[in-house]
Every structure is written in C-alpha cells, then in structure tokens.
C-alpha cells in the first residue's frame, strides 16, 4: 500500500512539474556516468540554475588503483533540435579534477561538449550522451600543451 502511494505521489509530482519544465532554461537536476579517456569511470551530479547559463556537474571517480573527484563547469553555445524528442548541443567549458590515489595530483583544462539529447517525457526529462574532447595543459607536474583527452558521458537531467 505504501509503495502504491509512493508510486502515485511521485507520477502526479511529474505531472505538475512538467507544465513548468523549461528546455535547457529551468532548473535542472541530474546525474551521469563519464570518464576521461575511457579509464576510471565515475559518477557526477549535474546542476543546472535557471537565469545562469552554466552547466556544473560534480563527482567522484574510482578503478584501477585510482580514485579521485572531477568538476566541470560547460557554457552551451549551441542548441538544437533534429525532430521532436531528439536534440543536440555544443558547449565550451572547463575541467578539473583532483586524484587523490595511489598519488595526489590534480589537472585542470578546457573542453568542448557535443551531445545529443533525448526527451522521452516531454521537456521534463532528458537523457544525454555527450563526447567532449578535452584539452589538460595543466597539472601538478607543470605543463603539457600536447595533452588532449576524450571524456564521455552519458546521463539524464530532470527539469522543472
């Protein structure tokens, strides 16, 4: 009985919030799987604040002997529609990440985030896949103008 009205509850919480859901410009909370360059995936929470046109997402990483926590702050720059339901957007934005196992050390970069984003429920939720090449000429060990990564991602977003 008490999950039914769990269930009931959180369907009509949808409901009423999806008059308010906003594409890309509303509040909006989320979560992700990424990586960068393909090792020690890890998860991030993503935010984005109405009338402020960032995106944030913070997390953490763990694999391989290695562990760690990761932010990224992107700017869409472009936004598009393919057809109904479907999306795609083009950012910029920066990267930091800190590891904190076996050895501390810690990167900082920009990058460039191209997605694709599906609205199964209208504009209330978004399910993305994202590939951002990324650009880390800074470290604790100096720098490295040559360093360039891949950081997938794939996640949702639900917005009010």
Request: no cysteine; aromatic share 16%.
């Amino acid at each position: 009985m008490k999950k039914r009205l769990f269930l009931t509850l959180i369907v009509l919480f949808i409901a009423a919030t999806a008059a308010f859901a906003a594409k890309g410009e509303g509040l909006a909370i989320g979560a992700e799987v990424s990586s960068t360059n393909f090792n020690s995936w890890g998860g991030m929470l993503n935010l984005h604040i109405p009338g402020v046109p960032l995106h944030f997402a913070i997390g953490g990483y763990a694999g391989n002997g290695y562990s760690g926590f990761d932010l990224k702050v992107d700017y869409w720059l472009l936004h598009g529609n393919f057809t109904s339901g479907f999306d795609w957007y083009v950012g910029l934005g920066g990267y930091f990440a800190s590891q904190l196992q076996p050895n501390s050390n810690f990167s900082l970069g920009a990058r460039l985030p191209l997605a694709l984003q599906l609205w199964p429920a209208g504009e209330l939720i978004e399910i993305f896949f994202e590939i951002a090449p990324a650009w880390i000429p800074i470290s604790n060990s100096g720098t490295a103008v040559g360093n360039f990564v891949v950081q997938p991602a794939i996640g949702f977003r639900i917005w009010f």
